[in-house]
């Protein structure tokens, strides 16, 4: 079950928003005075606070897979070249598809904001999900395995 807060945003001398928040919740969060939160509008006129952990990165690391693939294609005999544009033109049943491996292309630290934008731009299709989803089905946290 969880706790529900409430509590007032002050402004602090530098014209700062602060939210002082309850010394349980600090305590059954984990949190102290300092950390860094990260604020989620849940768009229902609430907010879920969760600490953003300065001890590890997103990394966004792109691959390209290499599948020979192997297609019979009938042509007239004084054309085998016919076979070529039969393929081009994708009108060629697949015969056999072998998966060569994978090779790492690049890879580069992103922020979150960064990784969650271009996560959503590729996965456009999921574009009623929350943060939360996107982020269970699509990252891989440290120490996380796969599961297919």
């Known amino acids: 079950m969880s706790k529900r807060y409430t509590v007032e945003v002050i402004e602090g001398e530098d014209g700062e928003a602060i939210l002082p928040l309850p010394e349980e919740l600090l305590q059954e969060a ?4 300092g950390d860094e939160l990260d604020w989620k ?3 229902d006129g609430s907010y879920t606070l969760s600490k953003i952990n300065k001890d590890t990165v ?3 690391v792109e691959t390209v897979q290499t599948f020979l693939h192997r297609y019979m294609v009938e042509v007239p005999k004084d054309h ?3 076979a070529l544009d039969t393929v081009t033109m994708e009108e060629a049943k697949e015969f056999s598809q072998k998966h060569l491996g994978e090779q ?3 890879h580069r630290v992103v922020s979150y904001k960064e990784a969650m934008d271009l996560c959503k731009a590729d996965n456009d299709y999921c574009k009623t999900w929350t943060d939360e989803q996107f982020m ?3 990252f891989t946290k440290q120490g996380e395995k796969a599961v297919w």
């Not at 984990?30 to 005075?33: L, P």
């Open 30 to 33: 984990g949190w102290e005075e």
């Open 41 to 43: 509008d849940n768009k």
């Open 58 to 60: 997103w990394v966004l």
């Open 80 to 82: 085998p070249e016919y």
């Open 104 to 106: 790492i292309a690049t």
């Open 136 to 138: 269970k089905s699509f």
